[in-house]
């Protein structure tokens, strides 16, 4: 038996599981909101072009309209500056789609400061206890937020000083980018970097230093409480926009139970 029946056979039966990682897309989805005079995203709308009627007596369809960076989402090197001679997301190498991932839970942490920001020392104590990261694979940063991400104000959890979400540090943003092989990382939040990224130096540090390594980040994740710490693989689908800096995503994992 080939290795794809094998693995066909063992779905079926369910010793791998196929753990959905994605928000549903709707309207509702929290999107980012920057500050004046910056522009912004649209939210995700439907717009229906017949429905058994008279527009076409015997179909359903619509037209969509969404930016890039909605729910979801794959951001690609071409998103930042830093990366704006690296590859669009027409462009991203399968073996970066599909490739294996760690799950690091700081929930616990991000419960009691909402403006947690992962360290280098915090990787590396859960590589010394799980392993080393994947080399072309994934990490992916559990902080418990997708539990507020079915309102907008909730999720982003702003206030007169910004919003207040957790992220990574600076050093541990520069770390990944330059000196782990990773391709990228995922997390639950509205985007790669913490609320209070504006503040940081330099500004934005996942987008600013992981884009400019060449590397991707996936955002709005759900379910990574469902992962174990190690052994997933994960299945990244965007749509192939020629020229886009990211696109909405259906993001699998596969888990040996």
Same mark, same amino acid.
């Given at each position: 038996?080939?290795?794809l029946?094998?693995l066909? +056979?063992?779905?079926?039966?369910?010793?791998?599981?196929?753990?959905?990682?994605?928000?549903? %897309?709707?309207?509702?989805?929290?999107?980012?909101? %920057?500050?004046?005079?910056?522009?912004?995203t649209?939210?995700?709308?439907?717009?229906?072009?017949?429905?058994?009627?008279?527009?076409g /007596?015997r &179909?359903y369809?619509n037209?969509? !309209?969404t930016?890039? !960076?909605?729910?979801? !989402?794959? #951001?690609?090197?071409? !998103? &930042?500056?830093?990366?704006?001679?690296g590859h669009?997301v027409?462009?991203?190498?399968?073996?970066?789609?599909?490739?294996?991932?760690? =799950?690091?839970?700081?929930?616990a942490?991000?419960?009691e400061?909402?403006?947690?920001?992962l360290?280098v020392?915090?990787?590396?104590? &859960?590589?010394?206890?799980h392993?080393p990261?994947? #080399?072309?694979? &994934?990490?992916?940063y559990?902080?418990?937020w997708d539990a507020?991400?079915?309102d907008?104000?909730?999720? $982003?959890?702003?206030d007169?000083?910004?919003?207040?979400t957790?992220g990574?540090?600076p050093?541990c943003?520069?770390w990944?980018?330059?000196?782990?092989?990773?391709t990228?990382?995922? =997390?639950?939040t509205?985007?790669?970097d913490a609320?209070?990224?504006?503040? $940081?130096?330099?500004?934005? /540090?996942?987008?600013?230093?992981? %884009?400019?390594a060449?590397?991707h980040? $996936?955002? +709005?994740?759900?379910?990574?409480?469902s992962?174990?710490p190690?052994?997933?693989?994960? $299945?990244?689908? /965007?749509? /192939?926009?020629?020229?886009?800096?990211?696109?909405?995503?259906r =993001?699998?994992a596969l =888990?040996?139970?």
């Amino acid at each position: 038996m080939s290795l794809l029946d094998e693995l066909g +056979q063992a779905i079926a039966g369910g010793t791998v599981e196929i753990v959905d990682l994605t928000a549903p %897309l709707s309207s509702s989805t929290p999107v980012l909101r %920057l500050p004046e005079p910056f522009a912004n995203t649209i939210p995700f709308r439907l717009e229906e072009i017949s429905r058994y009627d008279e527009r076409g /007596p015997r &179909w359903y369809w619509n037209d969509i !309209h969404t930016g890039e !960076h909605t729910g979801t !989402h794959l #951001d690609v090197p071409v !998103h &930042w500056l830093s990366g704006k001679d690296g590859h669009d997301v027409s462009r991203v190498p399968l073996k970066t789609l599909v490739a294996p991932a760690v =799950v690091l839970d700081f929930s616990a942490r991000a419960a009691e400061d909402a403006d947690f920001l992962l360290s280098v020392d915090e990787v590396r104590a &859960w590589t010394a206890e799980h392993g080393p990261l994947p #080399d072309g694979g &994934w990490l992916l940063y559990r902080t418990g937020w997708d539990a507020r991400s079915g309102d907008q104000e909730d999720f $982003l959890n702003a206030d007169e000083t910004g919003s207040h979400t957790p992220g990574v540090s600076p050093e541990c943003a520069r770390w990944l980018a330059e000196e782990t092989p990773i391709t990228g990382l995922g =997390v639950e939040t509205v985007g790669t970097d913490a609320g209070q990224a504006p503040g $940081l130096d330099p500004m934005f /540090p996942c987008h600013e230093l992981l %884009l400019g390594a060449g590397k991707h980040g $996936l955002t +709005q994740l759900r379910n990574l409480a469902s992962l174990p710490p190690t052994g997933v693989l994960l $299945l990244v689908s /965007p749509l /192939p926009i020629v020229g886009g800096s990211g696109s909405p995503a259906r =993001v699998l994992a596969l =888990v040996e139970r």
